[in-house]
Every structure is written in C-alpha cells, then in structure tokens.
C-alpha cells in the first residue's frame, strides 16, 4: 500500500504538471483522447487474461509442477507478444479513422495532434502487456514490493516526458513520456522473474492446454473490460462535442477521486487475490470466504471515510494538486464539481475490483464480464440524458448549480458525464454483490451490517468535525485563502482533524477492522 500511496502522490504531480503547463484546455483534450484505444488494447488482451486467468492458472501448474508453470509462461509470453505487437501495429496504421470515431467534436488541427500522439502511444501497451503478466505471476510469489513499484516507475516516465521531452518535441513529449513509463514499468521487473526462477524458452504452441484455457477463461473478462473502456471512448466522444476542455477537466477530476482509493483498493485485491486463488485452488471453500470477508470489510473501512473528505474538501484539493500555471480559476470549480460528483461513488468503484478478483479466483469470468457490459450499456444512456438536461437549464441544472456552486461557470454539461459513472458504479457493485452472495450461499450478514453501521457512525461524525474545522480556519482568519499556503494549510489540517475524529469514533465503537490494522501495525513494528 506504501508503494500505490507513493505512485498516487506521483499521479498527483502529474497531473499538477500537466495543469500547470497546460491548463484545461484543447491540448489535454488532445492528450487524453489519444490514450482511449491503447488503454483498451491493454485492457482487452492483458489485464483481462492477468486477473482472469494467468494467475490462478499458473497457480494451479506450480501446484502440481515447477516445470509445467514455468513452460506455459515462457509459451505465453512468445504469444502474447506477437500478438499484440501485429495488433498494434495495424493500429498505428488505421488510427485517422480511429481518431474520427472517438472524438467526433475534434477540429481538424486537434484530430492530426491525437493521431500522432496515439501512434506513439500504441508502443506503451506492448511493453506493459509483457510487463504486467509478470506483475501477476511475481504476485503469485508475494513479491509485491517489485510489482507495486512499477506503477511509480510508469508515473515516472510521464512525468519525464512531461519536464524534458515536451520542451524539445512540444505536445508529443507527453507519448514520448509514456513509451518510457512502459519502459521502466518493465525493467524494474524483469530481473526479480528471473530470480524467482523463470528461464526463456522459445515455445509457440498456442494448443498448449494451459494457454486454451487461458484464451477461454479470459475472453468474458476481456469482454467486460473492453465494455469499459468502450464507455470511457463513448465518453470520450461525448465530450469532444461540448466546450474546450471538457475532456480534460473530467480526466483530472477522475483521477483525482481515484488516485487514493484505488491505491488502497488495488492493494488490498492485489494482496489477497492469488491467496483466494490458492485457496480455491485447494478447494478450501471456507477460507476462501474467509479471506474474502475481511478483505472486503477492510476495503470499507478504509474508503467510506475518503468518499467523506473528498466530497467535503474538494475545493481544496483541486486547488492545491492543480491550481497552478495555466489553469484558471473556472477550470478549478468546474473540476471541483467534478471531483465532488465522482466521490459519491467511488467507495463501488474500489469495492468492484475485490468483487470482480473474487469472481476471478473462483475462475468465473462470465458473471463479472456480463454484468460490465449490461452496467456499460445503463450508462452510455444515462450519460445522454444528463448530457442534454444540464444543456436545457432545467431542474437538474439549477439543482447541481446550487449544491455544488457554480454559478456563472458557462457550460456545466460534462458534471452530467461524472454523474452517470458513479451512478454506473453504485449499480454495478450492487448486482455484483447479489450474484456473489447467490453463488457463495454464506455471507457473514450479520458481522457485516455491524461492521457498516459503526463505518458509518464514525464517517458521520468525521464529516461534522471537518467540515466545523474547514469554516473556523476561515472564519476567524487563523489563514488566508488567497495564498497556496493558506489553502494547503486548511486541506492539511480540515484532513487530519476528520481522520483523527474517524479513527477514535471507531475506536469508541470498538470496530473489528481498526483492532485489525493496530494489531498488525504492532506485530510488524515489533
């Protein structure tokens, strides 16, 4: 978790870089548009076959043989990269017609900027796909450290790309930036594979048993996947039509929201899926529930509270990750609004990657893939709508107008696209819920309806103390709001103050999952 936290405050410096030097406006467009297809090659063909099939599949081969694990992922690797590199390749040849479908609302000028920078991004999901299966096999060993580095190292080489190569090949330097992120993602890995104990073998042999089962176990998840991505193109598009720098204010607004709880879901899933997997594996059904309930219980613990305080201090923390450079007061509330919107669900989003790997280790695919693609259909709808009613200045404009004020921001239409994703995510985790608790036949009721109540108690109680300490901070003139420092001071201190209320209302209510953390603490200290 220290190693996501560490690529979470890069992602931050990131994105304050990008902001900075470019503000909200028609080159994040750009940007972030030419990242819509190379995302969805690498989802489809790698993060889908990783969580669906090549961990519990290579879990279940080094059971039985060392040699066997060992030959179905040298036979993998060989595949996969041909596959993607012919993939890619075609890509790059075809992507003005990409570019055409997925940003509609594009000028001419901007459509030949993301063609060219999409065509250098194509090399990224190359160098990842390799590298992220050897991110799920070393999880498979507990080396974990390695594994959570190289999202710092990815974060690393946009960043570069950002300081020194956008100075010398303007807006380009940014896929230039990424390319090398792909790059140090892989590097950094590549020598603990073969320390584990892993020998290239030049095998091709796509009737491998293992890897026909790899292909029919990932195909539903890459499915799900590929649905959700095909959201964020539809997205993508949707925004290319409304006012310049709608693509890039929803962009930084989402990872924003997810950049701490993802850090916190993804390590708690990361952790705890290859020893479902085993579990499963050794048809140990009762720690494998066992092993799901706490997990899930501490995914709640710990991001119920941050949905409070991001929603709460949202201002601030636009205003201190971003506001700064080029990018303008109006851009900060717009994307404040944003952030404030997608933190109403971002406790589904983190929940949905511990349901989906739960599904994954128990190697159902179809019901996780499913699910994403009906969810995906909801919102492609539900972004329309909210689209065109916060374009006829009806109820919901004024409503979202007044609660989240924004008065005199011109075009408030792309807060109608953040409020059909979480609205999508609160819909997805639920029918994921239901379908897990169908198939598990046990879920601990009881223990967990207790468990949110004091959640929710504490999250309460967290949210008055803050919100009390944000206004006396100001209203009493302890800082001034119209410095960095100022504002920084009041996100800091609001945060501590609600996270400390958090942790001694939990305490008072004697939580399970806080006497978890404090009893680990003490045993690793010591």
């Not at 020194?164 to 950094?188: D, E, K, N, Q």
């Not at 539903?220 to 997205?235: C, D, E, H, K, Y």
């Not at 119920?304 to 636009?318: D, N, S």
Request: charged content about 10%; overall charge positive.
């Amino acid at each position: 978790m220290v190693s996501y936290l560490t690529s979470a405050f890069l992602g931050l410096l990131r994105d304050r870089l990008l902001a900075g030097r470019f503000g909200a406006g028609e080159e994040l467009d750009v940007y972030y548009a030419a990242f819509t297809i190379p995302d969805l090659i690498a989802l489809l063909f790698i993060f889908g076959a990783i969580s669906a099939a090549i961990v519990p599949i290579f879990s279940s081969y080094w059971v039985k043989s060392k040699d066997q694990a060992w030959q179905y992922l040298g036979n993998l690797f060989n595949i996969f990269l041909t596959f993607l590199i012919v993939v890619c390749v075609i890509l790059i040849i075809v992507a003005p017609f990409i570019v055409s479908f997925i940003a509609p609302g594009f000028s001419a000028g901007k459509r030949a900027d993301t063609i060219l920078l999409m065509r250098i991004i194509f090399l990224s999901p190359i160098l990842l796909g390799i590298s992220n299966i050897i991110s799920g096999i070393l999880q498979v060993f507990h080396r974990f450290l390695v594994t959570a580095l190289a999202p710092v190292m990815y974060n690393l080489g946009i960043i570069a790309g950002i300081l020194f190569f956008v100075p010398f090949f303007g807006l380009s330097g940014l896929a230039f930036g990424v390319v090398l992120g792909g790059l140090l993602h892989l590097l950094i890995q590549v020598h603990t594979l073969f320390y584990s104990g892993f020998k290239y073998q030049n095998i091709f042999n796509i009737h491998h048993p293992g890897v026909l089962k790899t292909l029919k176990l990932m195909a539903p998840r890459s499915l799900g996947l590929g649905a959700g991505q095909l959201n964020t193109v539809v997205i993508t598009a949707i925004a290319s039509t409304l006012s310049a720098g709608s693509i890039a204010v929803f962009n930084l607004a989402n990872n924003l929201s997810s950049l701490l709880v993802n850090a916190v879901a993804l390590s708690l899933s990361t952790a705890v899926f290859p020893a479902m997997s085993l579990a499963y594996s050794k048809e140990d059904k009762k720690d494998f529930e066992k092993k799901f309930s706490k997990a899930f219980l501490q995914m709640l613990f710990l991001v119920i509270p941050l949905c409070f305080l991001i929603f709460i201090l949202r201002a601030q923390i636009v205003r201190v990750v971003l506001g700064v450079g080029k990018f303008g007061w109006s851009d900060t509330r717009l994307t404040a609004a944003c952030l404030g919107v997608f933190s109403l669900g971002l406790f589904a989003q983190g929940l949905i990657f511990l349901l989906s790997k739960t599904f994954y280790a128990a190697h159902n695919t179809k019901i996780p893939a499913l699910i994403s693609i009906v969810t995906v259909i909801f919102n492609i709808i539900i972004s329309f709508l909210f689209v065109w009613a916060l374009g006829s200045f009806g109820f919901l404009h004024k409503l979202l107008d007044y609660l989240l004020k924004l008065e005199g921001v011109r075009d408030i239409r792309i807060i109608g696209l953040a409020l059909a994703f979480s609205i999508t995510a609160i819909a997805e985790v639920s029918l994921l819920l239901f379908f897990l608790y169908k198939k598990l036949k046990s879920f601990r009721l009881k223990e967990l309806s207790q468990s949110l109540y004091k959640i929710l108690i504490s999250s309460v109680v967290m949210a008055v103390i803050t919100l009390l300490v944000r206004q006396v901070l100001v209203q009493y003139h302890i800082i001034s709001l119209q410095t960095f420092l100022g504002v920084f001071l009041q996100l800091v201190i609001s945060g501590l103050a609600g996270a400390i209320t958090y942790i001694f209302t939990s305490y008072l209510l004697k939580s399970s999952e806080l006497k978890a953390i404090k009893e680990f603490f003490f045993r690793w200290i010591i």
